[in-house]
């Protein structure tokens, strides 16, 4: 008798350790949602993985340590163990995670900078130097594309349609 109690004791306290450890897998998919912003459908999305990842951990576990028997100190087990870490460790965790995540996701951003700037004092040569002369080219070819459909005698003339061209190239 004896040794029955204590073997559901010790599956009791497996369980209210599950509780924990659900607990805390429900915080870091808090801490997610503090820290990265999504749209509504990512965080469904995220309930059902959390609760599809948290029920085969059960599973695993009623199996593994009870023989897949369900009995009420299971559920009395996970309860104490989720309102234990909850009470005590949840806000700790979170704040502390909150933090570290805003820390490296400015280093993050910094880094992004620093590798992404050349690249981004090269498209600025670029425009000054080549695109500022393609659009002072653009003015041109508009301008004499203009002056060809305006002048009549211009485009009757094919010997003057030539050196016009010619005039163009140049």
């Known amino acids: 008798m004896s040794e ?33 912003r999504t749209p509504d459908f990512v965080t469904y999305i995220e309930d059902i993985i959390f609760w599809i990842l948290t029920g085969l951990f059960l599973i695993y576990i009623i199996f593994t340590f009870n023989n897949g028997e369900i009995r009420s100190y299971i559920f009395v087990g996970l309860g104490l163990g989720i309102l234990f870490y909850l009470l005590i460790f ?36 670029f425009d000054k130097l ?24 211009f485009q009757k003339n094919e010997k003057e349609k030539k050196d016009f061209r010619k005039k163009c190239r140049k």
């Open 4 to 36: 029955l109690i204590s073997n559901q004791l010790y599956v009791f306290l497996i369980y209210c350790l599950c509780g924990i450890i659900i607990g805390l897998f429900f915080d870091i998919f808090r801490i997610l949602r503090k820290s990265f």
């Open 90 to 125: 949840s806000k700790f965790f979170i704040k502390t995670n909150v933090i570290i995540i805003k820390y490296l996701k400015a280093i993050f951003k910094k880094v992004f900078e620093i590798i992404t700037y050349p690249f981004k004092v090269i498209i600025r040569i």
């Open 130 to 153: 080549i695109l500022k002369n393609v659009k002072k080219l653009n003015t041109v070819i508009i301008f004499y594309v203009k002056k060809c459909k305006k002048d009549k005698n």
